[in-house]
């Protein structure tokens, strides 16, 4: 198998091109001799001669003839496939692919790309709302950057701490409803709740293990359901403070559900075998900070 290099190729190309050493030695701003060393060897590695050299003339040899053609094509192939792979290259760096649950989608993310948008107007961010086994698929297959929300440890799929929510209670917002920075678990007895399907078990679990037993309970399938049933006077709910922009729209109160604070964990995900570009990198410690403020202005972790 004969092992050569585009170096080579371009040597060679570039001489028969000038017919020179010397200036095809300048257009590959090399030294003659260093152009000479690449002929010699790709003339080695062939087994014949490319060019009939004299002081005053180089022409190639029958030989180095038929190479023309092929090193020609097979050069503007390999230069048309790097420039078609840079192009590739810049536009993944200047787009960004993101799945979320209905809720952050709606009601986080939009905003959160128009702030980050002015500093960045140049990139294109697409999003995707979905449930969190479509956005785990379309990760693991290389068709989105990330995803964010909750999500298990899967295989191919490297799983990031993003942020770090709580489960809080929401109530009707009346002018005759006391007014609560906190609310224990063992204070949600009598209470009918609303609770959301994908954190059910989780919730009756420190129900449960609040005293609160066989509790009068709603479930819905959507967090900004449950948020309207409450809004509506229909009972007392339990989100995490992920909802809380959506809450801050709607006459429901809000408080930290204590004794014990349930951690309600957020991760990003993305294809292990795929690195995020500079612009994913860049907005997701942007996308951290921007939560962590409309976090820390509601009072809800």
């Not at 230069?79 to 590739?88: F, L, Y």
């Not at 992920?242 to 309600?264: E, G, I």
């Amino acid at each position: 198998m004969i092992d050569f290099t585009s170096r080579q190729l371009r040597a060679f190309l570039l001489v028969a091109q000038h017919q020179s050493f010397t200036r095809a030695a300048e257009a590959l701003f090399i030294t003659p001799s260093g152009l000479s060393l690449l002929i010699r060897e790709l003339e080695n590695q062939l087994g014949f001669r490319l060019f009939d050299r004299t002081t005053r003339h180089v022409a190639l040899t029958p030989h180095g003839g038929q190479l023309l053609a092929v090193a020609r094509r097979s050069l503007e192939e390999l230069d048309g496939a790097m420039s078609r792979m840079g192009q590739i290259a810049r536009e993944a760096n200047d787009s960004l692919s993101i799945g979320a649950g209905q809720l952050v989608a709606a009601n986080i993310l939009p905003q959160a790309i128009k702030e980050f948008r002015s500093q960045r107007p140049e990139l294109r961010i697409e999003l995707l709302d979905a449930d969190p086994a479509t956005i785990l698929q379309k990760v693991k297959a290389g068709t989105l950057d990330m995803g964010l929300g909750s999500f298990k440890k899967t295989p191919g799929i490297q799983l990031t701490l993003f942020f770090r929510f709580s489960l809080m209670v929401i109530r009707p917002d009346t002018q005759t409803a006391p007014r609560r920075v906190s609310t224990t678990w063992s204070a949600l007895k009598g209470e009918k709740l609303i609770l959301p399907s994908p954190m059910r078990s989780l919730i009756e679990q420190h129900l449960e293990q609040a005293g609160v037993t066989s509790p009068r309970v709603m479930v819905l399938n959507r967090f900004d359901t449950v948020i309207a049933m409450v809004e509506a006077g229909e009972g007392t709910g339990i989100v995490p403070s992920f909802a809380l922009p959506v809450c801050q729209r709607r006459h429901v109160a809000m408080s930290r559900l204590m004794n014990p604070s349930v951690p309600v964990d957020f991760y990003q995900i993305r294809n292990r075998g795929r690195k995020l570009s500079p612009s994913a990198e860049e907005f997701t410690t942007f996308l951290q900070g921007y939560i962590a403020r409309w976090a820390g202005r509601g009072g809800v972790p």
